[in-house]
Each structure stands twice: as structure tokens, then as C-alpha cells.
């Protein structure tokens, strides 16, 4: 073989390389893709598949707690017609949470949608538990990590980050799983957090088993608020003071003994 035949192969061979490497790159994780997917759609909550007994022959582990056992609920079940790789769409996993046949729990996304497309793209794949080669997950943070909103204010974004052990990182916000202590808040799939009325509220947000908490106070103007500077006579007099102080509240007076002790 001369030179340039050579070179013509290496170059080819080295392209097919790279070609295989990135369709590699690209293939869903089961571990970090699949299962985030399974909270973010509310397939193993409490209410649903999460359930100790399960749903319908179904059971997951609650909040993804225990990934392998999912694996096999989702590949080995129900004679492993869950998942079917040589048709992926017919895959229960796929035709239930569309409503493409009854499923209890509605409608938990819609075919073709981006949580449609990447589920049927691990299937047809071969529907593969990556634990050995997925990097495990070091810890996750969200920002705003606290805020105040002051009327007219009534909306927040939050952003969320995962951070990996192989020290990859990731923007988890249209995936990460968003509880709020306040059912007046109302918070989208995308972490825009919204209040209707005035409150503190923590929002949860979860990611495999990672979460971290977002405190946010939404207030009234108050324009005319002016504090007052009291005297603190403690520690804990210093802590309440900055929170009255950030919420725009003046403190109470201070009360007297008949009062304190009644």
C-alpha cells in the first residue's frame, strides 16, 4: 500500500472513530438520564409507582432511592414488556405515561416530547444499565439559594447545576424535581417559582439523590418602612432582628413583665 492509500485509510478510520465516540457520548444514561426522567414525570413518587405495594403490578423505589431495582422493574417485568427494543414504541413504558393505552395516573408526557424522545432512545438502544461507566453524582446547587421579593415582585427563576465526580457538570433545571412548603407557590418544570400571595416559602429541589433548599420570602412594599434599630441584648435577638430587618417588618415593642408572664 503506497503512502497516500495509507494516509486516505488512517484518516478514514480515525473519522469512523470519532463518529463512533460521539454517537457514544450522546446515548442516554440510564442512571443519570433515565431515572432523573422517572421523578421529573412523577413515576416513583409516594402517590404513584413509588408507593410501597406500587401501582398496577408496577412498583418503583420511592424517589429513585434504589436505581437497581428499577433497572430490573423496568427490563424484567411483566415478561420485559415494559421495554421492547426492537419496537420501542410499543414499550408499556412509553404507551402508558402518553395515554396511548389506560393509565391510572394520566397523561405524564406527551409523545414525542423531549422525556417521549429520550426514553425511546435508551430503549432502542438496547435499554442498557450503564453502573459501571455513568459518573456518579457529587452534589448539586441551585441560585438563587434565597431571595426576597419585594411587591411588585411575584416571580423567581431558579437554576440548577449538578455536579459530577468525574468533574463534569450539568444544567439540571428543566430536569431537576421542584417541591414547594407553600401550596400557594406554584413552580413550572422549569423552575419558575411564582407566589399569588405574600409568604416564605422553601422550595426543594431534587436531583437523583442530591436536593438542596431555595428560601424565598415574598412581601409587601411597605415604602414608609424605616427600622427602627432596637437594642439587641443576644445572639438570638441579632438573628431575629436580620430577619425582621429583610422582610421590612418592624419588631414588636418590647412588653412588660405582666405581659411576658401572662
Request: proline share 6%.
Amino acid at each position: 500500500m503506497n503512502h497516500s492509500l495509507a494516509a486516505r485509510a488512517f484518516v478514514a478510520l480515525a473519522l469512523v472513530a470519532l463518529v463512533l465516540s460521539s454517537a457514544r457520548a450522546e446515548s442516554a444514561s440510564f442512571r443519570n438520564d433515565i431515572m432523573p426522567l422517572l421523578s421529573m414525570a412523577g413515576c416513583n413518587a409516594g402517590a404513584c409507582h413509588g408507593n410501597a405495594n406500587g401501582k398496577a403490578s408496577f412498583k418503583l423505589s420511592l424517589r429513585g432511592e434504589n436505581p437497581d431495582l428499577d433497572f430490573l422493574a423496568l427490563t424484567r417485568d411483566q415478561f420485559a414488556r415494559r421495554v421492547d427494543p426492537l419496537a420501542p414504541e410499543q414499550s408499556l413504558i412509553l404507551l402508558k405515561p402518553t395515554t396511548a393505552i389506560a393509565h391510572e395516573g394520566g397523561q405524564r408526557f406527551k409523545k414525542n416530547s423531549a422525556e417521549y424522545n429520550l426514553l425511546k432512545s435508551w430503549i432502542a438502544e438496547g435499554a442498557a444499565d450503564d453502573l459501571a461507566t455513568a459518573p456518579a453524582l457529587d452534589h448539586i446547587e441551585a441560585t438563587p439559594s434565597e431571595q426576597v421579593l419585594i411587591e411588585p415582585a411575584s416571580q423567581v427563576q431558579i437554576h440548577a447545576r449538578a455536579y459530577f465526580k468525574n468533574s463534569a457538570e450539568r444544567d439540571i433545571t428543566s430536569t431537576a424535581v421542584y417541591e414547594s412548603s407553600n401550596p400557594s407557590v406554584k413552580i413550572s418544570a422549569n423552575g419558575l417559582v411564582e407566589s399569588a400571595s405574600f409568604g416564605e416559602a422553601t422550595i426543594l429541589v431534587r436531583f437523583l439523590n442530591q436536593q438542596v433548599p431555595v428560601r424565598l420570602a415574598f412581601i409587601p412594599a411597605r415604602p414608609n418602612f424605616k427600622w427602627s434599630r432596637p437594642r439587641e441584648n443576644n445572639f438570638i435577638d441579632r438573628a431575629i432582628f436580620a430577619k425582621l430587618r429583610s422582610l421590612r417588618t418592624a419588631p414588636s415593642p418590647q412588653a412588660g413583665d405582666e405581659i411576658f408572664l401572662r
